[in-house]
């Protein structure tokens, strides 16, 4: 099942690029011939994670929130962070488990895309690193026995309510997404992660099914998948003059 | 048109990501996986191991084994016992048994000639032994989730209740050849008779 699992991060990806490239052709000619200096913008843009409020409308033993923000540092890299909290109730047949906690997600992005001066849209790939602390309680388990002559399903089910406090879990994000402005200076995202866990702290006797930022981690496995969907307003900081390309100065 | 462009991105990143967090694997214990393992048993001769301190296998003579107090089930208005040890009485010269995982002991009747007279009496000769161990639960996976691995007790692991008309032997006495049970691939007791 893995390789389908990365067959699905490779058709996504490959279908941001195809789009990528159909709108590098759209690209309308608008650009005015403006005497006045021009400037650029580097702006702070924060924003929440909308799919974590429609989850939590969507699943009962969900709840969570996130805030992003980046802020523009050059023409093409932007430096992002992510944070907030989640609490995810997983019910599965031998266990059923809640973890709480927090998170957050340092990194960057680069813009791909080519923007007609002033604006910020982008198509970004870039890279986090991840870190949570949480919490996890065991609220069901039943001891896995094939041969149930002594001891039926009743027997071998307890409800323990063990908590597991004070875990953690470090990783590393890969960023694939979009940021379109849809008004002005409001900007929705979409972005797909792909993350490789790099090391946590485990529980005793248990493990870190499910991580705050991380999302649902497998056994025997150190590779998880997320998204987000975010809103965002930008806030102009500074604006510099835009260095002129050699080209363009050929050209003129 | 640039802007409409970006909104096709976003649909077409929203129906991938929808897909493939919907397409989750379903895991499953995959069978052949060590769970909570058997009490794997094995009978010998009595006689030889006496003259030559020599284990040789001896089938048992239409053996039927149940736990004192059986899971049981009521099908159909009849009390049936869940998961039975052996489909029929039979000579049978290794036996696995499951041991409880909620107490520290499990109590099993190993009936030897086992049958029923026309009232529905048992006939045969019934011996019974009581396991002792300790229990620790693992965690295993996602999937899985816990099992129990046993210790059986050094002094009272296995304990023959004697009631003067034994036919399992005493002299030699039930042996414990691994006090570990965590691998049913292996013989964990061994009963001569």
Redesign the interface.
């Given at each position: 099942?893995k390789p389908l699992?990365m067959l699905?991060?490779i058709?996504?990806l490959l279908?941001?690029l195809i789009?990528s490239v159909?709108?590098a052709q759209?690209?309308?000619v608008t650009a005015a011939n403006d005497t006045l200096p021009e400037l650029e913008t580097f702006p702070l843009r924060i924003g929440v994670d909308l799919s974590k409020p429609i989850r939590m409308a969507l699943e009962d033993d969900y709840q969570g929130f996130e805030i992003a923000a980046d802020f523009r540092v050059t023409n093409k890299f932007y430096a992002a962070i992510e944070f907030g909290n989640e609490q995810k109730t997983v019910d599965?047949?031998?266990?059923n488990f809640t973890t709480e906690g927090s998170f957050i997600k340092v990194g960057f992005d680069f813009n791909a895309y080519e923007n007609w001066f002033g604006m910020q849209?982008a198509i970004i790939v870039g890279m986090r690193y991840g870190y949570s602390t949480h919490k996890q309680t065991l609220n069901r388990?039943?001891?896995?026995?094939?041969?149930?002559?002594?001891?039926?399903e009743s027997?071998?089910t307890q409800e323990p309510g063990t908590e597991f406090s004070s875990l953690n879990g470090h990783w590393i994000e890969v960023v694939a997404?979009?940021k379109?402005e849809?008004y002005d200076n409001i900007y929705?995202g979409?972005s797909?992660r792909l993350n490789r866990l790099l090391s946590t702290k485990e529980p005793e006797?248990?493990?870190n099914?499910f991580i705050p930022g991380f999302n649902?981690v497998?056994?025997?496995n150190n590779v998880g998948?997320g998204?987000n969907?975010t809103i965002s307003y930008s806030i102009p900081i500074y604006k510099k003059a835009k260095k002129k390309k050699v080209e363009d100065d050929i050209e003129e | 048109m640039n802007r409409l462009s970006f909104l096709g991105i976003f649909a077409i990143l929203t129906i991938t990501a929808l897909v493939s967090l919907s397409c989750e694997r379903d895991d499953i214990c995959v069978e052949g996986t060590l769970t909570t393992p058997l009490l794997v048993i094995e009978f010998f001769d009595a006689e030889i191991f006496t003259n030559t301190t020599e284990d040789v296998l001896k089938p048992t003579s239409d053996l039927w084994v149940e736990a004192v107090d059986p899971n049981t089930v009521i099908d159909n208005g009849v009390e049936v016992i869940v998961d039975p040890i052996q489909g029929e009485p039979q000579a049978v010269s290794t036996i696995s048994i499951p041991l409880r995982t909620a107490q520290d002991a499990t109590e099993y009747r190993f009936i030897k000639d086992y049958a029923l007279d026309e009232d529905g009496n048992q006939l045969g000769n019934e011996d019974i032994i009581t396991f002792n161990y300790s229990r620790e639960e693992i965690f295993l996976s996602r999937a899985c989730g816990f099992i129990t691995n046993y210790t059986l007790n050094e002094t009272d692991g296995v304990v023959l209740t004697t009631d003067g008309d034994t036919w399992i032997s005493s002299n030699p006495a039930i042996v414990i050849e691994n006090t570990i049970v965590e691998d049913e691939t292996v013989t964990h007791v061994k009963i001569y008779h």
């Open positions: 099942m699992h699905k991060y058709t996504s279908a941001i789009c159909s709108f759209d690209a309308e599965e047949t031998q266990i849209n388990s039943t001891i896995y026995q094939t041969n149930q002559h002594t001891e039926g027997l071998l997404g979009i379109v849809v929705m979409f797909l006797n248990f493990q099914l649902k497998t056994t025997d998948a998204f969907y | -």
